[in-house]
């Protein structure tokens, strides 16, 4: 595709529910990262794959968080019984290889997520 | 760990005059420097970056940034600002040898009036 693209764009759920949130990155990226990012704050890193491997998961702020990507192309950020601090828009980002010398890092438009 | 300060959380200008906008970083280990622009309903896209060489980084848009290692500073600049400038500037570093990942200040929202 022509950009990073992230469904749902806005989802509502429910505190103790489970939500999906999925990145289509840019077709033959090899980096992709999971970013959160509050209301009125920067960008906070979740996490960060190589390929399908993940090899930064230093971010998730509980388990009950988990990413995927297990054919090295789309991801998804799964969000297990979503409390109201996880409110947030939850970012992807996306580059051809590692390392800011080789390519930009694209962005999605994020996904905002509102848990009630 | 690195951390991003920008000192300012608005800024608010005329159109057509100068602005800055200021980004101080601490970080134990050399880092690169990026400035990205996020437009109201959009992701996030680079301005510039500065990895090595010049300490004068020009972007896009007209903007550019001066990195200052003594002061641990990267600071943006534009001569002229207008309307369409108006939008949240993320200041972000990043580890030169190991973790891809950028650490992000708070953001700065610049209001240009006219």
């Known amino acids: 595709g022509a950009g990073v693209s992230q469904s749902p764009r806005y989802k509502v759920a429910k505190r103790g529910q489970d939500v999906a949130l999925r990145c289509d990155p840019i077709s033959g990226h090899v980096s992709l990262f999971w970013y959160q990012q509050a209301l009125g704050q920067g960008p906070e890193f979740l996490t960060y794959?190589?390929?399908?491997?993940?090899?930064?998961k230093s971010g998730l702020p509980s388990d009950r968080f988990f990413a995927e990507r297990p054919e090295g192309s789309v991801s998804t950020l799964k969000i297990q019984r979503t409390q109201q601090e996880d409110s947030a828009v939850y970012l992807c980002?996306?580059?051809?290889?590692?390392?800011?010398?080789?390519?930009?890092?694209?962005f999605g438009e994020g996904s905002r997520l509102t848990v009630l | 760990a690195q951390s991003v300060t920008q000192l300012d959380s608005q800024v608010p200008v005329f159109e057509e005059a100068p602005v800055e906008l200021r980004c101080n970083y601490s970080s134990s280990v050399s880092v690169y420097l990026f400035w990205y622009v996020q437009y109201p309903n959009q992701g996030l896209q680079l301005l510039l970056k500065?990895?090595?060489?010049?300490?004068l980084v020009k972007g896009i848009n007209g903007f550019e940034a001066e990195f200052n290692k003594s002061q641990t500073s990267f600071h943006l600049r534009k001569p002229s600002v207008h309307i369409s400038d108006t939008a949240e500037y993320f200041c972000?570093?990043?580890?030169?040898?190991?973790?891809?990942?950028?650490?992000f200040g708070q953001g700065t929202r610049l209001t240009i009036n006219p």
């Open positions: 500065y990895l090595s060489g010049s300490t």
């Open positions: 972000a570093v990043r580890k030169i040898q190991g973790a891809q990942k950028l650490v």
């Open positions: 794959f190589q390929n399908e491997a993940q090899l930064d």
């Open positions: 980002a996306s580059r051809q290889f590692p390392g800011p010398r080789h390519g930009e890092l694209f």
